[in-house]
T-cell receptor
Framework: AQKVTQAQTEISVVEKEDVTLDCVYE???????LFWYKQPPSGELVFLIR??????QNEISGRYSWNFQKSTSSFNFTITASQVVDSAVYFC????????????FGQGTTLQVKP | GAVVSQHPSRVICKSGTSVKIECRSL??????MFWYRQFPKQSLMLMAT?????????EQGVEKDKFLINHASLTLSTLTVTSAHPEDSSFYIC???????????FGPGTRLLVL
């Protein structure tokens, strides 16, 4: 069975602090995809990144960076120099791809960035 | 690119009435659309997967006669909540992808309140 665990339910930081959101996944498949989505208070899910199981390169996009480690089945997300606008719920998700491409979501981590 | 819209964004209806929610991919052809339900402070729960031109595949526990899904074209899927009851009040959110993509792009969601 596939599963995604985001152990941190809520995180609160002060602006300009760095923060890391943890994501651990479970799957027996060798081909899979990992995602991070941001859900601001408005409700819409915003796609942040997709990573396939064969690409363990870490990625940096502005203040965002992702660390994918197959050895520990983790796909952690770090926000550097956090800002108030980063306040949102962040979801990590797993997909086995293919024709259906169903997403299995973690429970989400609520990030509050205080000014 | 990859914009998905939903209409309406918010709806209030009386118990026993039916409500139709539209999901449109605005700048790409969506071979597959997904419908999710999200309760406050919870993760997204997949309700059904809809492929263009074929019947939707419902997740276990989701009543297909209550939640009617139609995916008549490559840019439009509809979810009809039939004979809505207060317990159907929730945030409904759709997503869309093409057969070539592994990424699902989400609509802004529809908040349904059944009185």
């Amino acid at each position: 069975a596939q599963k995604v665990t985001q152990a941190q339910t809520e995180i609160s930081v002060v602006e300009k602090e760095d923060v890391t959101l943890d994501c651990v996944y479970e799957t027996r498949d060798t081909t899979y995809y990992l995602f991070w989505y941001k859900q601001p208070p408005s409700g819409e899910l915003v796609f942040l990144i997709r990573r396939n199981s064969f690409d363990e390169q870490n990625e940096i996009s502005g203040r965002y960076s992702w660390n994918f480690q197959k050895s520990t089945s983790s796909f952690n997300f770090t926000i550097t120099a956090s800002q108030v606008v980063d306040s949102a719920v962040y979801f990590c998700a797993l997909s086995l791809g293919g024709n259906t491409g169903k997403l299995i979501f973690g429970q989400g981590t609520t990030l509050q960035v205080k000014p | 690119g990859a914009v998905v819209s939903q209409h309406p964004s918010r709806v209030i209806c009386k118990s026993g009435t039916s409500v139709k929610i539209e999901c449109r991919s605005l700048d790409f052809q969506a071979t597959t659309m997904f419908w999710y339900r999200q309760f406050p402070k919870q993760s997204l729960m997949l309700m059904a997967t809809s492929n263009e031109g074929s019947k939707a595949t419902y997740e276990q526990g989701v009543e297909k006669d209550k939640f009617l899904i139609n995916h008549a074209s490559l840019t439009l899927s509809t979810l009809t909540v039939t004979s809505a009851h207060p317990e159907d009040s929730s945030f409904y959110i759709c997503s869309a992808r093409t057969w070539a993509q592994e990424t699902q792009y989400f609509g802004p969601g529809t908040r349904l309140l059944v009185l």
